[in-house]
Nanobody, 121 residues
Framework: VQLVESGGGLVQPGGSLRLSCDAS????????IGWFRRAPGKEREGVSS??????ATYYADSAKGRFTISRTGNTVYLQMESLKPEDTAVYYC?????????????????WGRGTQVTVSA
């Protein structure tokens, strides 16, 4: 089982980034994938999740209207628009078999190593 994040980088406020989470070693259709982030000095925060079989999505309030989670093949994307300095964090993806919608990190496992997103002028 492997989840590998990519697509992070440095972007100016108001800019956009698309993060990718490449999944391998398991049947993605049976799982939900979540995106999380950890900013310096802060707790890990759930951002969004997608139930692969149904396409149902869930967003944290901080992500609603700006971030979009989607999936193509074995890759789950997080499209981030109108980025703010407070979005600066290491972004991780993870998987869960829990049926209900969740972005509670305690429900997720098989974490990737993360990709750094820095929003700064």
């Amino acid at each position: 089982v492997q989840l590998v994040e990519s697509g992070g980088g440095l972007v100016q406020p108001g800019g956009s980034l698309r993060l990718s989470c490449d999944a391998s070693g398991f049947n993605l259709e049976l799982w939900s994938i979540g995106w999380f982030r950890r900013a310096p000095g802060k707790e890990r925060e759930g951002v969004s999740s997608i139930k692969i079989s149904s396409g149902a999505t869930y967003y944290a309030d901080s992500a609603k209207g700006r971030f979009t989670i989607s999936r193509t093949g074995n890759t789950v994307y997080l499209q981030m628009e109108s980025l703010k300095p407070e979005d600066t964090a290491v972004y991780y993806c993870a998987r869960t078999a829990i049926v209900r919608a969740s972005i509670d990190a305690e429900d997720f496992g098989s974490w990737g190593r993360g990709t750094q997103v820095t929003v700064s002028a």
